[in-house]
């Protein structure tokens, strides 16, 4: 069974902090990740991907992948309220992604 | 106008009844997917099509049926529904031609309550 997990939350940090979400997946042969931002009632939106082991910074967001250790995460830096949504967590492999259940982060002005 | 759209957005049927949802889009792209969602289990796939004519179970397609009538539309049916089907429904599309064919792209979503 391929899977993928996250810590559900909810996460909750103060307005301007550091939100740092992380997921782990069983599936080695993975070969893409991809982070959606999920608004309640809306559908996922892909806000980052990542390919290679490191970091990849996209403004306030970087993805940072680790595949020895299976391991990808997003930060979120200077987290605003809008921030607040679940982000959902996708592995890809040979035309199968799978997605994690989500981690609610709730952002404090 | 939204590239990818599903209808309908909400839809409360009977068990038993025979339903079918719709996902059309503009984007161009040659895969099709459909998902399901249900809170703490994130989302799973039910069906996906690399073109017209290709269909493929997904992890849960026991009680759905698919088609792919065009390259721009794609339907799911429950041929008899159960109200563990009630769910949030999403189309996803990817372009194998694209520059990254693994990208997945979401429609708004149909919420389906069977009673």
């Known amino acids: 069974q391929k899977e993928v997990e996250q810590n559900s939350g909810p996460l909750s940090v103060p307005e301007g902090a550091i939100a740092s979400l992380n997921c782990t997946y069983s599936?080695?042969?993975?070969?893409?990740f991809f982070w959606y931002r999920q608004y309640s009632g809306k559908s996922p939106e892909l806000i980052m991907s990542?390919?290679?082991?490191g970091d990849k910074e996209d403004g306030r967001f970087t993805a940072q992948l680790n595949k020895a250790s299976q391991y990808v995460s997003l930060l979120i830096r200077d987290s605003q309220p809008s921030d607040s949504a679940t982000y959902l967590c996708a592995v890809y492999n040979n035309n199968d992604m799978r997605f994690g259940a989500g981690t609610r982060l709730t952002v404090k002005p | 106008d939204a590239d990818v759209t599903q209808t309908p957005r909400n839809r409360i049927t009977k068990t038993g009844k025979r339903i079918m949802l719709e996902c059309s889009q503009t984007?161009?792209?040659?895969?099709m997917y459909w998902y399901r969602q249900d809170p703490g289990l994130g989302l799973r796939l039910i069906y996906y099509?690399?073109?017209?004519?290709?269909?493929n179970k997904g992890e849960i397609s026991d009680g759905y049926s698919v088609s792919r009538q065009a390259q721009a539309k794609f339907s799911l049916s429950l041929e008899s529904a159960i109200p563990n089907q009630t769910a949030l429904y999403f189309c996803a599309t990817s372009d194998l031609r694209g520059i990254r064919p693994d990208t997945q792209y979401f429609g708004p979503g149909t919420r389906l309550t069977v009673l």
């Open positions: 984007k161009g792209h040659d895969r």
């Open positions: 990542i390919y290679s082991n």
């Open positions: 099509s690399f073109d017209v004519k290709d269909i």
């Open positions: 599936d080695r042969g993975s070969q893409s």
